[in-house]
């Protein structure tokens, strides 16, 4: 079986846009490279298309400092092994053109831009999507359990699971500990995730603690809460919303291939 960085980063070389820890990856890589703020917001449309509007972003030092971890992760007694591949690893012109071959199961780039400041690398990708089963065709939901259902009522069920499994990967673990390597501690500063759900109908009901009419946030911000890092892996999505009116075809992502 292989080890958890070796998924991750073989799904970042197999598909280099996604790859680029957006959304197959964001909320995995976020936990290992702790110095970074992931913001993303799903949104849903009457008909099941949707878009996702993600930003994320690591400190200029931690990216430096997550090379040469990563890179030791892979093969610390190989002196010529190749370097992993990183979240800004490729330039917005790269991601349009990989993108294109998502076309073909209606996954569409909107948008990308990166910008550096403040001692920080930021992106930004907008990207359109005529169905969750398309979008789940691309990988892009291979790190979460999605499903989005009618319930006996005529309502929408909407639930992800952020982490498949529930728990910190075993190579995450070790460094979340009371005697956490140094390293890691001061890569772990600046951690924040932030999920968003837009419903195209009103919400009836749902466990995020943020919430309007057709909205509903989570946060999960490691200067607020020491177990944020935890918190997300073991996120549990759950949004009810009015079916009045839709007509959106049922999705539950498929199992995981380890």
Do not use: H
Not at 132 to 141: D, E, N, R
């Amino acid at each position: 079986m292989r080890t958890w960085p070796d998924m991750i980063y073989g799904q970042m070389a197999k598909m280099r846009a996604a790859g680029i820890a957006c959304i197959a990856g964001a909320f995995l890589a976020s936990t290992l490279a702790g110095c970074v703020k992931v913001d993303q917001t799903l949104i849903l449309e009457k008909d099941g298309s949707g878009t996702i509007d993600l930003t994320y972003g690591m400190s200029e030092e931690s990216i430096s400092q997550w090379q040469d971890v990563a890179r030791n992760m892979f093969d610390p007694s190989s002196s010529d092994s190749s370097s992993p591949i990183m979240p800004f690893d490729f330039s917005d012109e790269d991601i349009r053109n990989d993108f294109k071959e998502f076309e073909r199961d209606g996954v569409t780039l909107k948008s990308v831009k990166t910008e550096a400041r403040d001692g920080w690398k930021f992106r930004r990708m907008v990207i359109g999507f005529k169905s969750l089963a398309g979008l789940s065709k691309t990988g892009f939901l291979a790190d979460r359990d999605i499903s989005l259902v009618k319930d006996p009522r005529g309502n929408y069920v909407f639930t992800q699971q952020v982490g498949r499994d529930g728990n910190l990967p075993p190579e995450l673990t070790a460094f979340t500990g009371t005697s956490a390597d140094s390293l890691f501690s001061g890569m772990m500063q600046g951690f924040k995730a932030v999920i968003r759900v837009k419903t195209p109908g009103r919400i009836l009901e749902t466990n995020a603690p943020e919430k309007s009419d057709r909205q509903a946030g989570w946060v999960f911000d490691l200067e607020r809460d020491p177990e944020a890092l935890q918190k997300v892996q073991e996120a549990s999505l759950r949004i009810v919303f009015e079916g009045k009116g839709l007509d959106i075809p049922t999705f539950r992502s498929a199992p995981a291939k380890l």
